[in-house]
DNA sequence: GCGACAG
DNA sequence: ATCTTGTCGC
């Protein structure tokens, strides 16, 4: 699949990502995966970028974690709509530390709710071919095409500035705030959705990416007490 | 020019 | 994302 490309400017990276847009398949359907990687990243200033890949069987649930390490220096700066530039580096070491790879990932962020079609999710998933779905805890782009049930479960469309589907915010227990899912790569809208909907969720996050938000943050801890 | 703005 | 204790609510 070749390196990562880091732009040297932001132009630049908005070019790639409008050229990798096009690139995005939006169908398909994750049933029988049962191997996923979840990604997640945690970071202070000053110090390095811990990315943590969880590797998570559906049955068997966690399996093993791979660790991602990138110093502050060598990190693109956050900039909305650009995470992708800084943390995939990151996610694609963590990967490589897996014993097996993983038939779909599930990320941190946005996968094409994205300005340019292209949130980290679609990145990642286009980059490594893998079928790939972005799970936000907050929006980055578009709107909701109506005021979010406050059932367990319930969830409405994201929709472009155009009207075009997105993605969806999804309740995923009662009171806690939305999730925003989108496809990443590979997979279809409603799919994506299902598929989030059936992974084990205890709390606000779905297992696999709780377990991964609580690995980074143990490894950032671990750096230097 | 005025807001919005994943992690 | 992280800095941070207790506290309100299901």
């Known amino acids: 699949m070749g390196p990562f490309p880091e732009p040297k400017d932001l132009q630049t990276a908005m070019a790639l990502q409008r050229s990798l847009a096009e690139r995005v398949v939006l169908e398909g359907s994750l049933e029988g995966v049962r ?21 998570y069987h559906l049955e068997k649930g966690l399996l093993c974690v791979g660790l991602g390490v990138v110093p502050e220096e060598a990190l693109f700066p956050y900039i909305p709509g650009f995470l992708s530039f800084r943390e995939a580096p990151a996610y694609l070491e963590a990967l490589k530390n897996l ?5 779909a990932l599930l990320v941190d962020g946005q996968g094409i709710a994205h300005p340019r079609g292209l949130g ?17 805890k ?17 969830a409405v469309r994201i929709l472009s500035p155009e009207g075009r589907p997105l993605g969806y ?31 084990p969720t205890r709390f606000r996050l779905p297992e696999p ?5 609580l690995e980074a943050g143990k490894a950032l801890r671990q750096l230097d007490p």
């Open 35 to 55: 191997r996923i990687a979840a990604l997640d990243a945690s970071h202070r200033r000053g110090k390095p970028l811990v990315a943590v890949a969880v590797l």
């Open 99 to 103: 014993p097996e790879p993983p038939e």
């Open 120 to 136: 980290i999710a679609s990145h990642l998933g286009v980059h490594l071919d893998l079928p790939s779905i972005g799970v936000a």
């Open 138 to 154: 907050s929006l980055l782009y578009g709107r909701l095409e109506a005021p979010l049930p406050l059932e367990a479960g319930s």
């Open 169 to 199: 915010a999804y309740r995923s227990r009662k009171g806690v705030k939305p999730l925003f899912i989108s496809p990443g790569h590979r997979v279809g809208l409603e799919e994506a959705l299902a598929f989030v909907k059936h992974l």
């Open 209 to 213: 990416l709780r377990l991964a938000h």
